[in-house]
């Protein structure tokens, strides 16, 4: 099959009736999928039944150091969680402060806190002018959420397979006071599936802000959901070479069990240095009694350590692997040739991007839509909702079955195929 773009009026506008007849007969069939969320399937979740069904026993209540988790106590966390948490990352427990069930929620309070009380006893945010966070694009649309709701000025930093443009990054962070922030999915990027490189880590840790208060928020997300055993991305752990670089306190690194054991019902944590962990903890004290120490202890008891866990990590691998292989298939047997397409082949996370012809992408998340298949809405994955290009569409391949994501990618090319079609004749009568 020609490239698309060298095909002359004639056979374009033929194709065009034939796909739109394809995407007819699709309607027809009346799907009802669902590709827009990182959801585990229910076949992930079932995995989770052993974990489910373990009840504590009176007996086993109790943390390694003896303190009673049925009764209030440690509000930073057991210390057997916050070395499973601290593991993950690789860093030192000292650092971690376990949380609730969600790592978003403290992505959110960790902006609210810095808005309203100040960061290490910096002016806090809210009495400033003007606030700007640079935001990786395309990135994860509940991160934008967060800084929107604030009224924090978002600037776009494009996304390169090595991680955000740093040339960018340095010029904003060392020439601009109100850049107070920067949101990372560092491994595994959302929706990109990119790992930044070691250079890029190195970077950022060498940053020199013009704000003492300017932070990194690096969600590490999916730091151990490797698809593969035998090939999978390294990331730089960054506290500890931030230290090196002489800024300790730069950074605040999140993550949680979300995708390991139940969204919404998983562990959550935050990794600083000692400085920041100290603030952190004085706000907690006033914010909460503590978090649900059961579930911790749930949670250490179920993997014992990492390498239970990770072992864990791939059962996941075996189930998901096949969902993006099936994506990746599909996508470039039908496009491949055709030049109106790219998509990111990741190891590891939760998600595939794609880009489109540029003007495309709204038109074919509503084309979808329209014959039944839910995706991302276009231009969620950048600030303001708003892709300059209208090319990124994410591609969420977790939760439908293989069955069902198999139907849904064949619909997902037919749209892309019959809106780059129109778009070219569009183009040719302008
Ligand atoms: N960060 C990223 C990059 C995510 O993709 C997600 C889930 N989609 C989250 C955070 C949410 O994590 P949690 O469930 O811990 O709030």
């Keep these: ?118 960061v290490l006893g910096n002016t806090p945010w809210c009495k400033l002018d003007k606030v700007k966070f640079l935001c990786p694009v395309p990135g994860y649309d509940r991160h934008f959420a967060i800084t929107e709701q604030f009224g924090i000025e978002m600037i776009n930093i494009p996304m390169s397979e090595n991680g955000p443009d740093m040339d960018l990054v340095e010029k904003y962070v060392e020439e601009d006071p109100a850049v107070k922030g920067i949101w990372c999915v560092p491994k595994y990027s959302n929706p990109q599936g990119y790992t930044y490189s070691n250079e890029t880590v190195k970077r950022f840790a060498a940053l020199r802000p013009a704000a003492e208060d300017f932070r990194i928020f690096w969600d590490n997300a999916y730091a151990i959901h490797d698809l593969y055993e035998d090939k999978s991305d390294d990331l730089l752990e960054i506290l500890s070479e931030c230290e090196k670089a002489g800024n300790p306190d730069m950074v605040y690194e999140f993550c949680s069990t979300s995708k390991v054991t139940f969204p919404g019902a998983g562990i959550a944590g935050i990794v600083a240095s000692a400085a920041n962990i100290a603030q952190i903890k004085a706000v907690m004290t006033i914010q909460t009694i503590g978090y649900d120490k059961l579930n911790q202890l749930r949670h250490v008891k179920y993997f014992k350590n990492i390498e239970g866990m990770r072992a864990h990590m791939m059962k996941h691998a075996q189930i998901i692997r096949p969902k993006f292989e099936a994506i990746e298939n599909v996508l470039s047997e039908e496009l491949g040739e055709l030049k109106i397409g790219s998509w990111t082949k990741p190891v590891g996370g939760y ?80």
């Design 1 to 118: 099959m020609k490239a698309y773009k060298e095909l002359g009026k004639e056979e374009l506008l033929a194709l065009r009736e034939d796909l739109n007849k394809q995407y007819e007969e699709a309607k027809a069939k009346g799907l009802k999928l669902d590709m827009s969320r990182g959801k585990p399937s229910s076949a992930q979740l079932d995995m989770e039944k052993d974990f489910l069904g373990m009840v504590i026993s009176d007996a086993d209540v109790t943390t390694e150091t003896g303190v009673d988790c049925r009764n209030y106590g440690l509000l930073d966390g057991i210390p057997e969680a916050k070395k499973l948490l601290a593991d993950m990352l690789g860093v030192s427990p000292d650092n971690v402060i376990v949380f609730g069930n969600s790592s978003l929620s403290v992505m959110y309070d960790t902006v609210a806190r810095s808005m309203v009380l100040g």
């Design 351 to 430: 998600f595939i991007s794609f880009d489109a012809m540029e003007g495309c992408a709204k038109e074919i998340v509503q084309k979808c839509k329209e014959a039944g298949v839910v995706l991302t809405g276009a231009g969620a994955t950048f600030p303001y909702k708003k892709d300059p290009q209208d090319s990124n569409i994410r591609i969420a391949p977790t939760y439908p079955s293989e069955e069902e994501l198999r139907v849904a990618t064949d619909l997902f090319v037919l749209c892309v195929k019959l809106v780059s079609v129109e778009k070219l004749l569009k183009s040719m009568e302008a």
